[in-house]
């Protein structure tokens, strides 16, 4: 059975299943073929190596093409959709885009992979009413099992060399994103914390996290940055919820990790992926944290939210 | 303490001060009147208490206030026989009455004018007491200017901590009961004449984003109208919220010449660039994604 590439007017999400190099080329040539034939929008967004197979796929054509490198733009995962597909969508507003998305690699750490899979299933949400074909190669031979498994529950269609097929394990993405949402490892027992309750408490949580950021040696811009991106969390934790909040901070793999708890609920399972419209003054805050963290991981569980930053150190300057 | 750490307040400045109990209310009232007249400025005390009462608790902090008056150095007003003289808070008549004391105090001879407000009636149910903090968001926009400085005494007793939050964010700077002798104004803001704009300075977060707002409004109708852009120096502003972004690049946009931003340093470009600021002059994009990649 073939599925048309796209129906009119809605988002088509396909997974694509490769093994080798060939099978890449293979897969993603016929999607670009097919783009490049109608002089749609087309967005390549890949991690390193795969770029390069598909510029050459593309070779005299790729003028027509935006290249960006997923290793960067999606280091992330939570910026693929505010910062990468829904930019390109508004900047093509009226023309049917086309799009290939590939947010998994081996390398990818298991803290990153809980969130790449839920940016997957929320792509079915957050782009629904968009007109984009979305194209994610996971490379079958080297992701784990479990990566495959999960990809055929967040793309409603799968493609691999046999054909192109409907999903039977595709259900509700916003109910498989839930699924995602499992408790973060707890903080080391010797991680500093930091109290705080009521607006004025803001700028000691940004000095107690922007000091010890800067101890483990992140550099100072990424210090400013993470002083803005703590700063807009606990800014939710002070204006959105009754009780007080913690500021815990660590240094872990070349990694200076914070994480705020605190007792509110965030009930939109798109907070922070999808930005409020341009008039809007608030609403921007976890959007903000996307962009400047090198991760973000939010945990809702019965008495609250977790909210974990990652931002990476220089190499070789880790405290730990 | 009370001294020194008021000695550091400068013409422009609007702070909150709580405070938990009399004492600490009275170090303030007599900490601002000796640093306002030893600095050559007029000072002006809006009580709640007579200014009989207030003369005597001076003299008990050895402040002789009499004297004060005499030499026209101190000015001591009850707001129930001033401003509340009618029975009602009118924000409006209370600005223009500001405006007018810095033109007098000026006229007088003296740098400027250090006012304060004991603000115990707003915790009352006076007609108008419900325009409180839009009052005092907007009369930053008379004390932004540079011959004048206010300070509010509220009684962190009187207010429950959500209103007392928002009050507090009216105010470029709160100046809290257990805050140490190292404190300043988390913000401050000054119109500037050459190039006309607003100089900020230090930190803008939620805490005091609503001043910052009605002063960013205010600046079409209280700058010179020169036709030219208006800059917004951020030379020394070591901070901003996404919230705090957002008010500039609205500013920017709306201002009838437009705006331009100087002394925009790579976190701050940053930040108005993810915001949709990039378009403002001064902002250099480039530089913000070069500096993080």
Known sequence: MTTPDRLEGSLQHVGLLYRDDDEYAEGCGAFLDRALAVGGPVLVAVPGRGGEVIRALVGGRSSAVTFVDMAVAGRNPGRIIPGLLLPFLRDHTGHPAWIVAEPLWKGRGDMEYAACAAQEALINVALAGDEATVLCPYDASRLHTQAVVDAHRTHPVMRDTAGTRDSPAYTDPLETAAAFDVPLPRPPSGAATCCFDGVRALPSVRDFAGARAAEAGLAPLRVSELAIAVNELATNTVEHTRGPGRLTVWTEHDVFVCQIDDTGRIRDPLAGLVPPPDTATHGRGLVVVHELADLVRLHRHASGTSVRVHFDLPRGRAGD | ?293
Not at chain 2, 13 to 41: K, N
Not at chain 2, 171 to 192: A, I, K, Q, S, V
């Open chain 2, 1 to 293: 303490m009370d001294g020194a750490l008021l000695g550091r307040l400068d013409l422009g400045d609007h702070v909150c001060r709580l405070y938990r109990d009399d004492e600490q209310r009275l170090a303030t009232v007599a900490g601002f009147v000796e640093a306002g007249v030893g600095s050559g400025h007029q000072v002006a005390y809006f009580s709640v208490e007579r200014p009989e009462t207030v003369l005597e608790q001076l003299g008990s902090r050895g402040v002789d206030g009499r004297a004060l008056i005499e030499r026209g150095g101190l000015r001591v007003t009850s707001a129930q026989d001033s401003y509340l003289a009618s029975g009602a808070f009118h924000p409006e008549a209370v600005m223009s009455a500001w405006r007018r004391a810095i033109a007098d105090a000026r006229d007088c001879g003296y740098a400027g004018l250090w006012a304060m407000g004991d603000m115990a009636w707003a915790a009352t149910k006076i007609a108008g007491a419900d325009r409180l903090r839009w009052y005092e968001a907007e009369v930053n926009r008379v004390f932004t200017g540079e011959h004048a400085l206010a300070l509010c005494l509220y009684d962190e007793r009187s207010f429950p901590a959500d209103e007392l939050d928002r009050i507090a964010a009216a105010h470029p700077g709160t100046l809290e009961p257990g805050d140490g002798p190292g404190w300043r104004p988390l913000l401050r803001m000054r119109r500037t004449v050459d190039p006309p704009g607003l100089k900020l300075t230090g930190e803008a977060d939620a805490s005091n984003r609503d001043a910052l707002a009605a002063t960013l409004d205010g600046l079409r109708d209280d700058l010179p109208r020169t036709g030219a852009p208006a800059t917004l120096d951020l030379t020394d502003l070591r901070f901003a919220d996404a919230a705090v972004a957002r008010l500039l690049i609205r500013a920017a946009r709306t201002f009838p010449a437009g705006m331009r931003i100087a002394g925009c340093s790579p976190w701050i470009a940053r930040l108005l660039t993810l915001l949709g600021g990039d378009q403002i002059p001064g902002v250099d994009a480039a530089e913000a994604r070069e500096t993080t990649a």
